[in-house]
């Protein structure tokens, strides 16, 4: 074991909620270390994939559009959580967020108009210029800038906490262990949503069909050691938010480019060959993300998007060609289902259409009636050749369970103190305001918040 | 259309950065990128000429190595724009030219300094080569300095014609007389700014690392700015010797002078801040060009050099070698801007052009 180093405020993990941390706490005077547990070229957790936060402002000014005031974006919160969130933590968050894109820029973060293909998020999403890798890379060159100390490929962190003070931590790095003291310790180390191990606990064997859509890393140790802790925890621990993707996409890290857009510009089967949801229900980014449950809900967790020839190119395109034929009952042989239940869910699809004028971006007149499940948009006939299907899997993005904080970022104790120097910022807390649901940008939004206050009071801490 | 391996390479990892457009307010790439149904041998041609290697999108991938999509932009776009000079350059013999970019240059070197070498000694006989002069003329004559420029100018242009309008063709550009003029002067602008190497946030690019820098937009500022008035100086000294009839050298006070020897400093300047750059650049960014890039940077860093050094050297026995030396240079940077990486700047306009064209349609 090396020797004893000391430091103001010790960071676990380097994402945007950690980096912000690091930033804000060294700005305040503090020597500062991050321990990062993925190696430099994969660093940043989760942030590495990310593209916007969801700022309140007023002014509409670059790169925002119009307004998005505080009562709107506080209803759109209670409208995604069902009211599962803390109010006052979650009213902070949101008046705090008119400072974040100032905090960013003046941190050597850029920002671009909305990306194409993102629906309506021009007034309400900011979007990082070359997205979050170029936002990690930033927010780093100034972390190191201020003298932050980071040590990157930090595993096996083991946490030395007495009562609810932290005391001090080792961890291995190339197979040597190390140890280090702080006045206080910023965790900020993300969800468990790459362990399937822990997934398995709360989703049974299913889990094992899950694609991760980030990082490898988040496998949840420090949130576990936390919560052994008797930190009180905060968000349900069976839900995880998965959205649908290519099923061919890698077991990790696929990020943006594994999503698959077709779904309500046709019809989703089981490996039965039968539909099992509204594919219309609403606009796709407004329903992607309770597919993934959807599917995680069917036989081996798979699900098949079909669509034929009138839907090609009005899809953000993917990066796998889709399986194609001219018939159906080849592509059912493609994708390994029953041809003639995929024939017949297709011809009393086509039979309940009702005839109506097709527009992909509105909430058009097309649907069908009369079936047992019925599409209430978009619904056209898939007559035309040659028909496309992708497979679909539940790709998980991120976990809910975290440790309850007060409106100084201090962990919870069960029951009601705040530990005086155990701060947490980023997914590891987000369930306190976001308790489920989903609300495009507001994981990256809860962590630029959450780091500027853990990072704040654990330097004061600290002093 | 069967493609090739950089081709093939090109559409793999286009078909990610369309998925993924995260990259979109870098560069004129990828906006332009999603403009395309398709991947093909021809919109590569297209969409790897409108690439500066800036490297911000490499810096910034979610996709780059180690992941294992393994997504890098900028080499395969320098790989598929080396591809793109070879394959359209007129006369097609000339092709290994561009492959072998550095062997090229050092012999073209050698033969045109050998060429004025044994041209300035025929003039002023083997043993006057030494002797102190003052006038180039003595050494060698307007007349003979003229037809060889005159001749080479011509080739060069010809050439130029004959690459460009394969490329032009190939990526699907219609006549240039149906292309809007706010395209063609959106494109120039573009060019003359190089709009496209300040990273989308006007902090630069990001070929040294991950931090933007300015400098080799700067740099190559001083070199086109340096060469475009020592292009000048040499316009001005023509009108000087045929329409004011004064004949060379000039004084320092007269624009032939002044423009060529500022000119000549902001090229050395430039070229010299290129090379430094060349030598700090991201590996990573970069496929290997046999010395193709940097042939055009050391030919007109030489051409400087040995130019600035003719009215320094007057009056001495070293002005003989030195012209020859200087006017071998030039030689060569003509052959360079038929057959080498000279040629760049316009297929990087062309690409611009069809940009601004694509975006009308």
Redesign the interface.
């Given at each position: 074991m090396t020797s004893l180093a000391h430091f103001d405020v010790i960071v676990l993990g380097g994402g945007q909620a950690g980096l912000t941390a690091a930033i804000t706490a060294a700005e305040n005077g503090a020597t500062v270390c991050i321990l990062e547990i993925a190696?430099r070229?994969?660093r940043g957790g989760n942030t590495?994939?990310t593209?916007n936060l969801r700022p309140m402002h007023e002014s509409g000014a670059f790169p925002m559009e119009g307004a998005y005031g505080f009562d709107e974006y506080l209803d759109d919160l209670l409208r995604v959580t069902g009211g599962d969130t803390d109010h006052a933590l979650a009213e902070l968050t949101i008046r705090e967020s008119e400072h974040s894109i100032t905090w960013l820029q003046d941190h050597g973060v850029?920002f671009?108009?909305p990306?194409?293909?993102t629906l309506q998020l021009g007034r309400t999403n900011a979007?990082f210029?070359?997205?979050?890798?170029?936002l990690v890379?930033s927010l780093?060159?100034v972390a190191t800038n201020l003298g932050v100390h980071t040590i990157y490929e930090a595993t096996d962190i083991a946490l030395n906490i007495s009562g609810d003070r932290f005391i001090d931590l080792t961890y291995q790095q190339v197979n040597n262990t190390h140890h280090i003291s702080g006045h206080s310790l910023v965790a900020a180390a993300g969800g468990f949503e790459a362990n399937l191990d822990w997934l398995e606990e709360a989703w049974g064997p299913a889990a094992r069909n899950f694609l991760v859509r980030g990082t490898p890393y988040n496998k949840g140790n420090i949130l576990r050691q936390l919560l052994d802790a008797k930190f009180k925890q905060v968000g349900d621990p069976g839900q995880c938010h998965a959205v649908a993707i290519d099923g061919r996409a890698?077991a990790y890290?696929g990020?943006?480019?594994s999503?698959v857009d077709s779904v309500p510009l046709g019809i989703v089967v089981n490996n039965e060959g039968k539909r099992f949801f509204d594919e219309g229900e609403d606009f796709w980014p407004k329903r992607y993300a309770i597919w993934g449950r959807l599917i995680a809900a069917q036989a081996d967790q798979i699900g098949y998007a079909i669509t034929d020839a009138k839907a090609d190119?009005l899809f953000?395109?993917?990066?796998l060609p889709p399986l194609k034929s001219t018939t159906i009952d080849d592509l059912a042989r493609q994708i390994n289902i029953p041809a003639d239940s995929l024939l017949k869910t297709i011809d009393e699809f086509n039979a309940a259409t009702v005839s109506g004028s097709f527009d992909h971006q509105a909430l058009d007149g097309c649907r069908t009636e009369g079936l047992p499940i019925n599409k209430s948009h978009w619904a056209r006939q898939i007559d035309t050749p040659p028909y496309s299907a992708y497979p679909l899997r539940p790709g998980i993005t991120f976990t809910y369970l975290g440790v309850a904080v007060d409106d100084r970022a201090r962990v919870q104790v069960e029951g009601g103190n705040p530990s005086e120097n155990i701060f947490a910022a980023g997914e590891m807390m987000a369930g306190n305001i976001l308790g489920r649901g989903y609300l495009a940008g507001i994981g990256m939004t809860i962590g630029s918040v959450f780091g500027r206050i853990a990072g704040r009071e654990a330097a004061r801490h600290a002093s | 259309m069967p493609v090739n391996e950089t081709t093939t390479e090109a559409i793999r990892v286009m078909t990610i950065c369309n998925a993924c457009r995260y990259c979109e307010g870098h560069c004129a790439v990828f906006p332009a990128m999603e403009r395309q149904t398709e991947f093909t041998q021809n919109n590569i041609e297209l969409l790897s000429n409108l690439c500066h290697q800036c490297g911000a999108c490499y810096q910034h991938c979610q996709y780059a190595d180690p992941h294992e999509f393994n997504v890098n932009v900028p080499a395969v776009f320098e790989q598929a724009r080396l591809e793109s000079y070879t394959q359209f350059l007129w006369p097609a013999f000339m092709q290994p030219a561009v492959l072998n970019g550095s062997k090229f240059m050092v012999t073209s070197l050698l033969v045109s300094i050998s060429l004025f070498l044994v041209a300035v000694a025929g003039q002023s006989g083997v043993s006057q080569i030494l002797a102190p002069q003052v006038n180039f003329y003595n050494l060698m004559p307007h007349s003979v300095m003229a037809s060889i420029f005159s001749f080479s100018a011509v080739v060069v242009v010809i050439s130029w014609w004959m690459t460009l309008r394969g490329y032009w063709h190939s990526i699907s550009l219609p006549s240039p007389w149906s292309i809007g003029m706010a395209s063609y002067s959106a494109a120039i602008a573009s060019a003359l700014t190089l709009k496209n190497l300040d990273g989308g946030h006007g902090s630069g690019c990001y070929e040294s690392g991950e931090s933007p820098s300015l400098w080799k937009r700067r740099y190559h500022h001083l070199v086109l700015i340096g060469f475009f008035m020592c292009f000048s100086a040499t316009l001005a000294g023509t009108f000087y010797h045929y329409g004011l009839n004064i004949a060379a050298p000039y004084s320092w006070l007269t624009p032939p002078k002044i423009l060529g020897v500022t000119g000549g400093i902001m090229l050395l300047v430039g070229c010299t801040g290129l090379f430094r750059i060349k030598q700090t650049t991201d590996q990573r960014l970069v496929s290997n060009d046999n010395g193709y890039g940097m042939s055009l940077t050391v030919l007109l860093f030489l051409t400087s050099l040995t130019g600035l050094g003719l009215p320094i050297a007057k009056g001495t026995g070293a002005l003989g070698l030195l012209l020859a030396v200087h006017l071998g240079c030039v030689l060569a940077l003509f052959l360079n801007f038929a057959w080498g990486k000279f040629t760049h700047g316009f297929f990087r306009l062309i690409a611009l052009v069809a940009d601004e064209h694509q975006k009308t349609q």
């Amino acid at each position: 074991m090396t020797s004893l180093a000391h430091f103001d405020v010790i960071v676990l993990g380097g994402g945007q909620a950690g980096l912000t941390a690091a930033i804000t706490a060294a700005e305040n005077g503090a020597t500062v270390c991050i321990l990062e547990i993925a190696p430099r070229a994969l660093r940043g957790g989760n942030t590495r994939h990310t593209r916007n936060l969801r700022p309140m402002h007023e002014s509409g000014a670059f790169p925002m559009e119009g307004a998005y005031g505080f009562d709107e974006y506080l209803d759109d919160l209670l409208r995604v959580t069902g009211g599962d969130t803390d109010h006052a933590l979650a009213e902070l968050t949101i008046r705090e967020s008119e400072h974040s894109i100032t905090w960013l820029q003046d941190h050597g973060v850029a920002f671009q108009p909305p990306l194409s293909g993102t629906l309506q998020l021009g007034r309400t999403n900011a979007f990082f210029l070359g997205g979050g890798k170029a936002l990690v890379n930033s927010l780093y060159r100034v972390a190191t800038n201020l003298g932050v100390h980071t040590i990157y490929e930090a595993t096996d962190i083991a946490l030395n906490i007495s009562g609810d003070r932290f005391i001090d931590l080792t961890y291995q790095q190339v197979n040597n262990t190390h140890h280090i003291s702080g006045h206080s310790l910023v965790a900020a180390a993300g969800g468990f949503e790459a362990n399937l191990d822990w997934l398995e606990e709360a989703w049974g064997p299913a889990a094992r069909n899950f694609l991760v859509r980030g990082t490898p890393y988040n496998k949840g140790n420090i949130l576990r050691q936390l919560l052994d802790a008797k930190f009180k925890q905060v968000g349900d621990p069976g839900q995880c938010h998965a959205v649908a993707i290519d099923g061919r996409a890698p077991a990790y890290d696929g990020g943006i480019v594994s999503r698959v857009d077709s779904v309500p510009l046709g019809i989703v089967v089981n490996n039965e060959g039968k539909r099992f949801f509204d594919e219309g229900e609403d606009f796709w980014p407004k329903r992607y993300a309770i597919w993934g449950r959807l599917i995680a809900a069917q036989a081996d967790q798979i699900g098949y998007a079909i669509t034929d020839a009138k839907a090609d190119g009005l899809f953000m395109p993917t990066v796998l060609p889709p399986l194609k034929s001219t018939t159906i009952d080849d592509l059912a042989r493609q994708i390994n289902i029953p041809a003639d239940s995929l024939l017949k869910t297709i011809d009393e699809f086509n039979a309940a259409t009702v005839s109506g004028s097709f527009d992909h971006q509105a909430l058009d007149g097309c649907r069908t009636e009369g079936l047992p499940i019925n599409k209430s948009h978009w619904a056209r006939q898939i007559d035309t050749p040659p028909y496309s299907a992708y497979p679909l899997r539940p790709g998980i993005t991120f976990t809910y369970l975290g440790v309850a904080v007060d409106d100084r970022a201090r962990v919870q104790v069960e029951g009601g103190n705040p530990s005086e120097n155990i701060f947490a910022a980023g997914e590891m807390m987000a369930g306190n305001i976001l308790g489920r649901g989903y609300l495009a940008g507001i994981g990256m939004t809860i962590g630029s918040v959450f780091g500027r206050i853990a990072g704040r009071e654990a330097a004061r801490h600290a002093s | 259309m069967p493609v090739n391996e950089t081709t093939t390479e090109a559409i793999r990892v286009m078909t990610i950065c369309n998925a993924c457009r995260y990259c979109e307010g870098h560069c004129a790439v990828f906006p332009a990128m999603e403009r395309q149904t398709e991947f093909t041998q021809n919109n590569i041609e297209l969409l790897s000429n409108l690439c500066h290697q800036c490297g911000a999108c490499y810096q910034h991938c979610q996709y780059a190595d180690p992941h294992e999509f393994n997504v890098n932009v900028p080499a395969v776009f320098e790989q598929a724009r080396l591809e793109s000079y070879t394959q359209f350059l007129w006369p097609a013999f000339m092709q290994p030219a561009v492959l072998n970019g550095s062997k090229f240059m050092v012999t073209s070197l050698l033969v045109s300094i050998s060429l004025f070498l044994v041209a300035v000694a025929g003039q002023s006989g083997v043993s006057q080569i030494l002797a102190p002069q003052v006038n180039f003329y003595n050494l060698m004559p307007h007349s003979v300095m003229a037809s060889i420029f005159s001749f080479s100018a011509v080739v060069v242009v010809i050439s130029w014609w004959m690459t460009l309008r394969g490329y032009w063709h190939s990526i699907s550009l219609p006549s240039p007389w149906s292309i809007g003029m706010a395209s063609y002067s959106a494109a120039i602008a573009s060019a003359l700014t190089l709009k496209n190497l300040d990273g989308g946030h006007g902090s630069g690019c990001y070929e040294s690392g991950e931090s933007p820098s300015l400098w080799k937009r700067r740099y190559h500022h001083l070199v086109l700015i340096g060469f475009f008035m020592c292009f000048s100086a040499t316009l001005a000294g023509t009108f000087y010797h045929y329409g004011l009839n004064i004949a060379a050298p000039y004084s320092w006070l007269t624009p032939p002078k002044i423009l060529g020897v500022t000119g000549g400093i902001m090229l050395l300047v430039g070229c010299t801040g290129l090379f430094r750059i060349k030598q700090t650049t991201d590996q990573r960014l970069v496929s290997n060009d046999n010395g193709y890039g940097m042939s055009l940077t050391v030919l007109l860093f030489l051409t400087s050099l040995t130019g600035l050094g003719l009215p320094i050297a007057k009056g001495t026995g070293a002005l003989g070698l030195l012209l020859a030396v200087h006017l071998g240079c030039v030689l060569a940077l003509f052959l360079n801007f038929a057959w080498g990486k000279f040629t760049h700047g316009f297929f990087r306009l062309i690409a611009l052009v069809a940009d601004e064209h694509q975006k009308t349609q």
